[in-house]
């Protein structure tokens, strides 16, 4: 997939994650996009362990399709979640 596709589909998944999280994040548009793709790794890997019992890290984005974005946003979440457990930072 190219990189266009994988920015595109980073900040789509960022974008969602931070509008269905609970509280105020921080961050513009490269930090919602880099989440995006974080979240991707995470949660393709999360996937990846689910169906095949070990963990591999690899990334959800393997096409532009509703179930890679549902598992980056899932991730994307993920990631929110532990960037506030590092910063101290709680919903409010």
């Known amino acids: 997939m190219s990189i266009v596709a994988w920015v595109f589909m980073g900040f789509l998944a960022g974008v969602i994650a931070k509008a269905i999280y609970p509280g105020h ?3 513009g548009v490269f930090a919602t996009t880099l989440l995006g793709i974080i979240g991707a790794f995470v949660g393709g890997s999360i996937a990846h362990l689910v ?6 890290v690899t990334s959800a984005i393997s096409s532009i399709s ?22 101290g930072r709680r919903a409010t």
């Open 51 to 56: 169906e095949h019992g070990d963990l591999k």
């Open 66 to 87: 509703l179930s890679s974005l549902m598992i980056s946003v899932i991730g994307a979440m993920f990631a929110i979640f532990l960037w506030g457990l590092m910063t």
């Open 25 to 27: 994040q921080g961050g």
